[in-house]
Nanobody, 115 residues
Framework: QVQLVESGGGLVQAGGSLRLSCAASGSTFSSNAMGWYRQAPGKQRELVAIISSDGSTIYADSLKGRFTISRDNAKNTVYLQMNSLKPEDTAVYYC?????????WGQGTQVTVSS
């Protein structure tokens, strides 16, 4: 069973940066695709970015150029670097692991961007 723990959220002013981390348990991390999703109040959860086991990445079109996903397989950790943050980026950010018989979610970390 994969367990995910996000960290790094917080309050930041518009234009600022944050780096989220997601630490995963288990020995299958390197073979799983890892993703970040977010859910703003009153809205559906949406894709932010995914990084596959081979390092290829997918981003939500609206976030390209501002957000960067990366992974460190030696640390079982995936990161989300968020730059030039906007108030509309305010949401709970969730980490996801997906692979063979794996579909796990973290508890989420709150990101609040003030104007």
């Amino acid at each position: 069973q994969v367990q995910l723990v996000e960290s790094g959220g917080g309050l930041v002013q518009a234009g600022g940066s944050l780096r989220l981390s997601c630490a995963a348990s288990g020995s299958t991390f390197s073979s799983n695709a890892m993703g970040w999703y977010r859910q703003a109040p009153g809205k559906q959860r949406e894709l932010v970015a995914i990084i596959s086991s081979d390092g290829s990445t997918i981003y939500a079109d609206s976030l390209k150029g501002r957000f960067t996903i990366s992974r460190d397989n030696a640390k079982n950790t995936v990161y989300l670097q968020m730059n030039s943050l906007k108030p509309e980026d305010t949401a709970v950010y969730y980490c996801n692991a997906r692979g063979w018989r794996v579909d796990a979610w973290g508890q989420g970390t709150q990101v609040t961007v003030s104007s």
